[in-house]
């Protein structure tokens, strides 16, 4: 008893949406105070991170696409979920140290989001991975759960609320009610497939072999999944297929709507298949409630009326959509007593 007072009062709560584009860690009190790219680089064929071990997020996303043979910039997570055990380890501990380093205290107490379709292994790698990272005790909340908590909807109470969260390896479509999710769909489709649906477009129609960063920042500048008031243009830069020289060439928003929309399709066809699925009060609550996009892909224009459209229920984007999930698990480390059993449960099955 008294070992648990002193490791309380030397430790800190330590929220973390472990992401497949971009970790966001926040602690108690403190809300979010780091945000970065899950990248690490290192060595290739080693798990020998560069730079004295700081080559990880910021710094080794710029090292994408340009690394010598020697380096390898490395995205631990694929379709949210781990796919390098050793590196994950290495960008979780140098995530958790660059946290609470400073403050020269024990070891964390750590809530990790993760998508709601995972197997138990692959649960189970992710607790392993932050327990050897350096934290003391480990918790697992479902994604759609931290998402519908972050973007302020009442999910404990006694009607429907609908959370679609488009992050960059899945899409998670959730309907919670009463503190627990009532139905629910994970997908591996979500930002990363709308990047290379990106690649693909600009390959087959104009012979131009582009980056995936390069991809992003078309999505970002001027994706549209509805048609624009304005439509938007913009040039893109890469490499010629034919000649493998630099080229340049211009293009526009109806042309990456065009690009987008097999992986948009496919996310709005898994909204419909979950609301199928739920219980006719609960849909009877959704068409007052209507449904909440958060996540990266809920910034995408025009998604909010095409999901309208094709669910004929009201729509709404989540303020921050980007932090959402990291603000939730804020909030559940709030409550982490209230739900410390739930959570410990679970975490024993892993």
Aim: proline share 4%.
């Amino acid at each position: 008893m008294i070992g648990d007072r002193l490791w309380g009062l030397f430790s800190i709560d330590m929220g973390i949406d472990l992401g497949t584009c971009n970790t966001l860690v926040c602690i108690k009190g403190e809300g979010i105070v780091l945000n970065e790219p899950s990248v690490v680089a290192v060595r290739r064929g080693t798990t020998q991170v560069l730079q004295n071990g700081n080559a990880v997020g910021l710094v080794a996303k710029e090292m994408l696409g340009k690394t010598p043979g020697s380096i390898v910039a490395i995205r631990p997570l694929k379709d949210g979920v781990i796919a390098d055990f050793d590196i994950t380890e290495a960008m979780l501990g140098y995530f958790i140290r660059k946290v609470h380093g400073r403050r020269r205290i024990a070891r964390p107490r750590v809530v990790i989001a993760i998508p709601s379709g995972i197997t138990a292994v692959e649960k189970r790698a992710v607790y392993n991975s932050a327990e050897r990272a350096g934290a003391r005790e480990v918790y697992l909340l479902e994604e759609p759960m931290a998402a519908g908590i972050g973007a302020g909807l009442p999910i404990g109470e006694s009607t429907a609320s609908m959370i679609v969260d488009i992050g960059g390896g899945t899409t998670e479509v959730a309907i919670m009610s009463l503190g627990d999710i009532a139905v629910c769909e994970s997908i591996r489709v979500a930002g990363d497939d709308l990047d290379e649906s990106i690649v693909n477009y600009m390959r087959r129609t104009y012979n131009l072999c582009i980056g995936p960063q390069t991809a992003e920042a078309i999505k970002i500048e001027i994706g549209s999944v509805a048609p624009l008031e304005q439509e938007l243009t913009r040039e893109v830069r890469g490499r010629d297929n034919v000649s493998g020289l630099p080229r340049a060439c211009t293009i526009t928003s109806e042309e990456i709507r065009e690009a987008l929309r097999e992986p948009v399709d496919q996310i709005i066809e898994c909204v419909i298949r979950t609301l199928e699925r739920a219980e006719p009060e609960l849909s009877a609550d959704l068409v007052s409630n209507g449904i909440h996009l958060a996540g990266g892909g809920a910034l995408l224009r025009g998604l909010d009326r095409v999901v309208s459209q094709s669910t004929g229920l009201t729509v709404h984007v989540a303020d921050d959509p980007l932090t959402c999930v990291a603000r939730g698990t804020a909030v559940y480390l709030e409550n982490l007593a209230q739900w410390k059993t739930t959570l410990e449960s679970d975490a024993d099955g892993y």
